[in-house]
């Protein structure tokens, strides 16, 4: 496991705190990980809450459940542009790629020309040492690559899009029913 790695709920993983979610890898080491729910938007606007970041948050521009866990504490995923070097950029931190954590603290002036959108999250989804090995031992995650666009995808049915893009058999879970007891 490392930073910038998506965790796919399996099927059978039914928890609503997680059913059907991608959770993004921010941060993987001895004392646990930390991740946020990709697709979670909820109801209340980035311009309502943190508006100096409103017109840099990418569609729909609404905070999202990053996970259960502080729900009180904000933090921000960014995908910087092509070729833009993150490592001397005050308020940028390098998780994988072409992503970045945003410290909402910085000048969004000067953050603006770099990023191709931000995505603020509402708490954050976190397990303590040896925790997600235990739920990954028992098939309650998928572990995925993601791509850099994956922080700041448009609405959809992210869970899908991610397995749909995967080679056989396991873009097939992707046609997997929401709702079991309907189908």
Not at 42 to 66: F, H, I, K, M
Not at 103 to 130: C, H, K, M, N, Q
């Amino acid at each position: 496991m490392r930073p910038g790695t998506l965790l796919v709920s399996a099927t059978d993983l039914v928890e609503p705190a997680f059913r059907r979610t991608v959770v993004y890898i921010v941060e993987h080491n001895d004392a646990g990980s930390l991740g946020v729910v990709l697709n979670r938007p909820s109801d209340t606007a980035v311009q309502d809450v943190l508006p100096r970041w409103a017109e840099l948050a990418a569609a729909p521009r609404t905070l999202y459940v990053g996970g259960p866990v502080k729900r009180d504490a904000a933090l921000c995923l960014t995908t910087v542009k092509v070729g833009t070097t993150i490592n001397r950029i005050d308020g940028l931190r390098r998780v994988d790629g072409r992503v970045a954590l945003l410290d909402l603290d910085s000048d969004p002036e000067t953050i603006a020309p770099l990023v191709e959108g931000i995505r603020i999250f509402a708490g954050y989804a976190g397990w303590t040492f040896g925790q997600l090995e235990g739920e990954l031992e028992r098939g309650d995650w998928i572990v995925l690559s993601a791509l850099p666009s994956d922080p700041i995808a448009q609405p959809g049915d992210l869970w899908a899009q991610v397995l749909r893009r995967q080679p056989l058999p396991l873009s097939l879970l992707a046609t997997h029913p929401i709702e079991l007891e309907r189908n």
